[in-house]
């Protein structure tokens, strides 16, 4: 196992942002996490912020840094643009983008797109742990990456044949904070993937997903006929979005899923899936990402001609 610095993986969200400094091998050597996300940056300025982490670890000036995520947005630091579905996922270090002006070398990867008109959808920072899960799991047609903004994505090997955003997360944090359900969820809070209610929840937005609305509203009204609790609601809110979510993504019961996720995200998912009979390969969505990040740098220093590093 190394111990020598080699590469600065950041990936930087709209609301977070983690930083790994890792060994030629992939060992990560050290962390940063913090909420500094694109959203809270504007004012101190990207480079500021990715400088104080990096200094705070100490990491010499030769050492580069790839980005993936939101930093390369059209409101980040450097709008790294999109690759056109359909794309090899292997080829988003060769097209990142280089951050001009800076002492150390900076790149950011694209995101990838789908540029229909009656349905676009587009993707950035799930692409590059999409190339360190494909590492993983590269006989695998379907994955899964749950989030604020879950994507489905279908592949053939390395390459994206198209993706799907559902605005699962979103959608919850909206039900159980701006409407009148939230006085029976009692806002957010954490849910049990292990409670019934959960599972009752996912095959009904599995199997009925044109009655979401309806049984949204039926939560409400179980906690004032039956007393039903707050927990029991969430668990049963989460369930029916997350079923609806797989129902609009066309799962079906004996289907290979990568699942690519972490924490709570990853026991909800594994358990809705599991729960319609899908057959689940699970991916660390840390691990995936730290991998892709990795390997989007040594094809960005294969194609550059930075022979020593790639």
């Not at 990568?258 to 899936?273: D, K, N």
Request: charged share 20%; hydrophobic share 40%; net charge negative.
């Amino acid at each position: 196992m190394s111990t020598l610095p080699f590469l600065v993986a950041v990936d930087w969200g709209t609301s977070s942002f983690r930083l790994w400094l890792m060994s030629a091998d992939g060992t990560v050597l050290a962390e940063h996490r913090s909420h500094e996300g694109m959203s809270e940056v504007a004012a101190s300025g990207f480079e500021t912020v990715l400088e104080s982490h990096l200094s705070a670890l100490s990491v010499p000036e030769q050492i580069p840094v790839v980005i993936c995520g939101m930093a390369g947005s059209r409101q980040g630091w450097v709008e790294a643009g999109y690759l056109d579905t359909p794309a090899d996922i292997a080829t988003i270090g060769e097209n990142a983008t280089l951050v001009p002006g800076t002492a150390r070398e900076i790149i950011i990867v694209p995101g990838l797109a789908v540029r229909s008109l009656n349905e676009p959808d587009v993707m950035r920072g799930e692409e590059t742990q999409l190339l360190g899960a494909y590492f993983d799991m590269p006989d695998g047609a379907r994955y899964c990456m749950p989030g604020t903004h879950s994507k489905w994505v279908t592949m053939e090997g390395s390459v994206v044949t198209g993706f799907e955003t559902f605005m699962t997360g979103e959608l919850f944090s909206a039900v159980t904070g701006k409407t009148i359900v939230a006085y029976s969820t009692g806002g957010e809070g954490p849910v049990d993937a292990r409670d019934p209610a959960f599972a009752s929840g996912v095959r009904d937005g599995w199997t009925r997903p044109e009655l979401t609305t309806h049984h949204l509203f039926s939560i409400r009204a179980g906690q004032l006929l039956h007393d039903t609790r707050q927990e029991e609601n969430r668990a049963r809110l989460s369930g029916l979005l997350i079923g609806a979510e797989l129902a609009g993504a066309g799962l079906r019961g004996d289907e290979e899923i990568g699942l690519v996720a972490s924490g709570a995200l990853q026991r909800l998912y594994h358990a809705a899936l599991s729960e319609c009979g899908a057959q689940i390969r699970d991916i660390d969505a840390d691990v995936a990402v730290q991998r892709g990040l990795m390997e989007a740098w040594r094809s960005h220093s294969a194609k550059t001609g930075d022979r020593k590093r790639a």
